[in-house]
């Protein structure tokens, strides 16, 4: 990663340690990554049918590595390589490509998503974009910080007024595309495409809203911190805080008054 990204936060807390090794993964999963982007590669399909690259089990490879040796009694849940210690207390959640498809046609909008749990409810959450050089931390109580500098939501508080961002309508069931439609409908602006990076521009205030269905948990993890710590909302589509057995269906809301307002209509 470049030399002008700070990827680190100004933390004191007791999360310091955590927060500063997080940021060590982050930097490690960028050189990994880095190293196969825009360049000829195998891609294999999943028996769910979604790609994977060597990128992605190299990476995920070094980070649990990282972990294990720094610290050996924590779990690990990753895309690529499952769950180990899931009964234990402390557990590190990584994707380490999240928008796959992204990172095999070439976009840079592809990210590494990590975050350290804490009896199943997340603590530290980090979005790292490689290709953009652009990195958010959300700490527990200390604060989202993107680049290394405090980071807030925009503050919007009516759908009217709101931009409403998504990954894509085709991962939405009939049904609850019917419910993203007439949300997108009552919203100022809406975009497509992004899948982690659509969380970070509602962190920075440059988007209000991000809706999407069918994640998994290390698809929405890393998310939490970040959205809430820079003064936003996230839950699932039934109003609950996402931990780890979510059922995968989140609204994130630049404020409680936005958020509302969408799981009105999400909710139905």
Known sequence: MSKTVVMTAPVKGELADLTEFTC?????????TRSYFRKP??????MDKSPVTIADRECETRLREMITERYPGHGILGEE???????????????????????ISGLPLYGTLLAYTRDKNAQIGAISMPELDEFWIGVRGEGCFF????????G???????ILMTTSVEYFTPQNREKF????????LRRYGGDCYIYAMVASGWADLAVETGLQSYDYMALVPVIE?????ITDWSGNRPNLNSDGSIVAAATKELHQQ???ILGR
Do not use: M, Y
């Open 24 to 32: 060590s993964l982050a930097r490690t999963a960028a050189s990994v």
């Open 41 to 46: 590669i195998d891609v294999i399909q999943k």
């Open 81 to 103: 390589h499952g769950f180990e210690g899931k009964e234990l207390s402390e557990i590190w959640v990584v994707d380490p490509i999240d928008g796959t498809k992204s990172f």
């Open 147 to 154: 680049n290394g500098k405090p980071c807030r939501t925009s």
């Open 156 to 162: 919007c508080r009516s759908l009217e007024e709101a």
């Open 181 to 188: 439609q007439s949300l997108s409908q009552k919203t100022r």
């Open 229 to 233: 710590e820079a003064g936003g909302v």
């Open 262 to 264: 969408a799981l009105e």
